[in-house]
């Protein structure tokens, strides 16, 4: 495929992957005209303000895909 220009127009599908008590995973595609450009996945954890994790809130996990 043709690299992406900086003007370029890009739609960018997100979609929370994976889910656990304390951590979610959220890929990420990056099309042009219907042609991917590029896929990345970033990991988050919930954490409480000493940074130690914490269960993620029910509204948040319930966005998870259920498998």
Request: charged share 20%; hydrophobic share 50%.
């Amino acid at each position: 495929t043709e690299s992406l220009r900086f003007d370029d127009i890009v739609t960018i599908h997100l979609a929370m992957s994976a889910a656990s008590r304390a951590s979610f995973s959220m890929a990420y595609l990056l099309t042009l005209d219907g042609v991917v450009h590029a896929a990345a996945r970033t990991m988050h954890a919930c954490v409480d303000s000493n940074g130690r994790p914490v269960r993620m809130p029910t509204w948040l996990l319930d966005l998870a895909p259920k498998i």
